[in-house]
């Protein structure tokens, strides 16, 4: 994929694609236009964690860990029956789709991470579409960085969990762990359940 065609598939991606939107047709009964819906800061967001690229990442990461997972098994299959050789080769390999994986995801949470916070307002940090542990380290080093600028707070959109499993929060329970950890006061921003604002000062 050429650099033009991923900036179309962005276009696409953000826009709608490129076929003219479907009129109407009328009928006997009229209805009032239905309001345009706003293309709303989370709509990006959402668009980001369904681009081809990034889902392709994470994908791919998956697979590594799964045969990460087996090779292991098998590892610890093959010590158990005194093999030892076997076990060796079976951890390397493991190790070696642990190094992939992490990679895959690493590159997935950059280039989302990227994406998501390119419109974003200073002291202000974009969370969507990273892993609990990738979220939590991008915080961290976010907070330490607000605090040597001077800044008095830093707001980090969490979500509310309603694309997560069981719809259920895992970003911002963590975070407010971590303020917890570095004794710093957290609360939920009361116009937006999904952003938590951390006081530095």
């Known amino acids: ?14 826009c709608g694609g490129s076929s003219p939107p479907e009129v109407e047709k009328p009928t006997g ?3 009032p236009p239905r309001p345009q819906q706003p293309h709303t800061y989370q709509d990006q967001n959402q668009a980001n964690q369904q681009n081809e690229h990034y889902t392709s990442l994470r994908a791919k990461a998956n697979q590594e860990g799964d045969a990460m997972a087996r090779c292991f098994q098998q590892s610890h299959e093959a010590y158990a029956r005194r093999e030892g050789a076997l076990a060796k080769e079976l951890s390397e390999k493991g190790k070696q789709h ?3 994986m992490e990679a895959l995801n690493a590159e997935a949470s950059a280039w989302i991470f990227r994406e ?3 419109d974003s307002k200073p ?24 605090r040597q600028r001077g800044d008095s707070q830093i707001r980090l959109i969490v979500g509310k969990g309603l694309h997560s499993d069981g719809h259920v929060a895992k970003i911002k329970p963590a ?19 999904g952003v938590l604002i951390v006081q530095l000062a």
Do not use: W
């Open 116 to 118: 998501n916070n390119l």
């Open 123 to 146: 002291g202000e940090l974009d969370l969507h579409g990273l892993y609990v542990k990738e979220a939590i380290s991008c915080s961290d080093k976010a907070i330490k960085e607000a």
């Open 175 to 193: 975070l407010e762990n971590l303020m917890r950890q570095h004794n710093l006061p957290a609360e939920v921003d009361p116009q937006n359940a």
């Open 1 to 14: 994929m050429g650099f033009l065609d991923f900036l179309l598939s962005i276009y696409n991606a953000f």
């Open 29 to 31: 009964e009229q209805r």
């Open 98 to 100: 642990e190094r992939t």
